[in-house]
């Protein structure tokens, strides 16, 4: 399974970017697809998550300003952010959770390289 994340960037205080995650390889089902963030100095947290039922989950810090939603044919996941605060410059990962192979007995979990969004003030 391999994961190529796109979207990221530089961009003023209030801009918008739009982060994309697809998602190739043997994959039969993916229950998970989520944002996860990471600045400096701090700890990997979570941004916002979707089930394959799209039900939806965000941070506190971000809801009301970032949505995210998937493409279950594409096996693509999408986070829209507006808004943009300093407080959001981050790498963004995406991340893949019980995700099953064709054939595969046991759900595994994959995570994206990275992509950096900086928020200028």
């Known amino acids: 399974v391999q994961l190529q994340a796109s979207g990221g960037g530089l961009v003023q205080t209030g801009g918008s970017l739009r982060l994309t995650c697809a998602a190739s390889?043997?994959?039969?089902?993916?229950?998970?697809m989520g944002w996860y963030r990471q600045a400096p100095g701090k700890e990997r947290e979570l941004v916002a998550v979707?089930?394959?039922?799209?039900?939806?989950q965000y941070a506190d810090s971000v809801k009301g300003r970032f949505s995210i939603s998937r493409d279950h044919a594409k096996n693509t996941v999408y986070l829209q952010m507006n808004s943009l605060k300093p407080e959001d410059t981050a790498i963004y990962y995406c991340?893949?959770?019980?995700?099953?192979?064709?054939?595969?007995?046991?759900?595994?979990?994959?995570w994206g390289q990275g992509t950096l969004v900086t928020v200028s003030s």
């Open positions: 991340n893949l959770d019980n995700l099953y192979t064709s054939g595969g007995s046991s759900p595994q979990v994959y």
């Open positions: 979707i089930t394959n039922a799209d039900v939806t």
């Open positions: 390889g043997n994959i039969f089902k993916i229950n998970v």
